[in-house]
C-alpha cells in the first residue's frame, strides 16, 4: 500500500512540475530574472502548490492516523535556524539558479537522457555525498574537541 501511494503521489508531482513548467530549465530562470526579463509564471504553480496543500492539510488533519502511517510526523516550530540549514538552502539555491532545475524536476528530466539533465542529476548527487562527508568530519572534529575538553576538565 505504502509503495502504490508514494508510486502515485510521486507520478502527480511529476505532472504537476512538467504541466507548470517546472521542467524547462529557460522558465525557471525567467523566473529567477527579477532584474532582467523576470516570467511571473511561475507564481502560479507556486500559489497552486500552496492553496492545494492548505486544504489537504486541514482534511488528512482530521483523520484519527495517516493512510500508510502510524502518526502524522510534524515539524518542530521551536528548532533553530543553524548552519546546517543555511549551507542546504545555499547549496539549493545555487544548483537551481546554475542549472535550472531543482531537485524534483532534476529527478523527474532523467528520462529524457539529456545531456545537461544528466550532468545536473550527477553534480547533485556528487553534491549530496560531499556534503554528508563534510558534515561527518565536523560532527566528529565537533565530538573530539568537547571529549578533549571534558579531559582537560
Known amino acids: 500500500m505504502k509503495f ?4 502515485v503521489s510521486g507520478l502527480v508531482f511529476a505532472l504537476g512540475l512538467g504541466i507548470g513548467g517546472m521542467l524547462l530549465p529557460q522558465k525557471v530562470l525567467g523566473f529567477l530574472d527579477v ?5 511571473p509564471a511561475l507564481v502560479g504553480v507556486m500559489g497552486g502548490g500552496i492553496a492545494v496543500m492548505a486544504v489537504a492539510w486541514r482534511v488528512f488533519a482530521r483523520l484519527p492516523r495517516p493512510l500508510c502511517e502510524s502518526r502524522v510526523c510534524v515539524p518542530d516550530r521551536n528548532r533553530p535556524v543553524d548552519a546546517r540549514l543555511v549551507l542546504g538552502a545555499v547549496i539549493f539555491g545555487v544548483g537551481w539558479g546554475l542549472g535550472g532545475y531543482c531537485p524534483g524536476p532534476s529527478i523527474v528530466s532523467l528520462v529524457t537522457l539529456a545531456p545537461p539533465v544528466l550532468v545536473h542529476a550527477a553534480s547533485m548527487a556528487v553534491g549530496v555525498v560531499a556534503y554528508h562527508l563534510v ?5 566528529a ?6 571529549d578533549a575538553a571534558v579531559a582537560d576538565g
Request: hydrophobic share 65%.
Open 4 to 7: 502504490a501511494v508514494a508510486f
Open 35 to 39: 532584474l532582467g526579463a523576470w516570467d
Open 135 to 139: 558534515w561527518r568530519v565536523a560532527e
Open 141 to 146: 572534529a565537533k565530538a573530539a574537541s568537547s
